[in-house]
Structures are given as C-alpha cells and as structure tokens.
C-alpha cells in the first residue's frame, strides 16, 4: 500500500475496481489547511482522463504494471504482433488496446508495452518517430517561406499538416502525442 506522496508521473493506481494512469501530478501545500495532490488520470481501458485530488498522505493502492520492450511484427487482422526482445516470446494485442499508435507504427519498431497480470494494458511510443511522406500536393511556388500548411498522408497512411515546402518522400519527425510535424530530417 503507497500513499499519496509516492504519485509519479506513469504510476497506475487501482481505484474503484478501475486501473488508473497518473498523466500529470502536483503537491499542493497551501498556506492555510492541509496539503494535497491535484491528479490528472487516464482510465487504462476506456482512456476517459479525469481531474482528482487526494489529500496528503492518504493510503491508495498501486498496481503492478510491467513495461518491457517489444518489437512490432506485424499486423493480424485487427489485432497486432509484438515480439519480447529478451525472450523472443511473440504477443498478441487487440487493436483497440493499441489505438492510436497504429497511425505512428511501422513494422520493426519498437514500442513499451504496459502489461498488468499478463494483460497488455497500452502501447507507449517514443515522443516522436522519423516517417516518411508518401503523398502530398506541391506547394505553390510563391509560398515557400509563409506560415501556411498542407495535407500530407504518412507511410502509415496517417494524414497530418505539414509547412506547404515540404515534399512528397521526405522524411519528417513527427509527435506522437498529437500527430504534429516537428520537422525535417536529413539522411
């Protein structure tokens, strides 16, 4: 049993029944009255995410959550394969569990699967990843340098809004958070 002081961020609380993701956290200590923790949670299975505050020093239950490594195979119908890198063991996660990290996966990659009693939980990708652009309308030629931006579909087949520069099979970064460009990247 922990308490409210060891909250960190990526801490999974079991609350309710519920599994809970701690995204953000803060200790508050005002000058008058006793102090608290302002929480925002992510519900693990249905990806609700509240706002709760904890009083200090109140007893709340964690839960185990193994984060290994794997590489991602290969996609089976709707569901997805990943490989333990340590083991070689090959699991198998639902796509509803992997979400929106299908638009920033591609095969080979590698991911931080959260997996809690042996069920995976969700996919953590790195806060960006390099993808390539495989289509986008040429920006016009006086618009080189405004602030203006375009469509352009992924080799995943995400579509995100890139600088009107930017050319088709041109590798850009990209957040993984929000699916935003962040850049070019030079071979």
């Known amino acids: 049993m922990a308490t409210t002081n060891d909250i960190k961020n990526g801490t999974v609380l079991k609350l309710e029944g519920q ?3 701690i995204i953000e956290f803060q200790h508050v200590k005002p000058g008058k009255g006793g102090a608290f923790v302002r929480t925002k949670m992510r519900n693990v299975m249905s990806g609700k995410v509240v706002d709760k505050t904890f009083n200090a020093g109140l007893k709340i239950e964690t839960a185990t959550v193994d984060r ?6 290969y996609q089976d119908g709707a569901d997805f394969v990943f490989m333990d ?7 198998t996660v639902s796509g509803a569990t992997v979400g929106d990290a299908t638009n920033f996966m591609l095969e080979n990659q590698m991911v931080n699967i959260a997996i809690h009693e042996g069920t995976p ?20 030629q006086g618009d ?14 995400y579509e995100i809004q890139v600088p ?24």
């Open 19 to 21: 599994l809970w993701n």
């Open 121 to 140: 939980l969700y996919i953590e990708l790195p806060p960006s990843v390099v993808l390539e652009i495989t289509y986008t309308e040429p920006g016009l």
């Open 164 to 187: 009107l520069f930017v050319e088709n099979n041109t590798k850009v970064k990209v957040d993984t958070r929000d699916g935003s460009y962040l850049g070019r990247v030079n071979d």
């Open 68 to 73: 290994r490594d794997y590489q991602y195979l």
């Open 144 to 157: 080189r340098s405004s602030a203006g931006t375009k469509p352009a579909t992924l080799e995943t087949g």
């Open 85 to 91: 890198t340590q083991d070689y063991d090959q699991i």
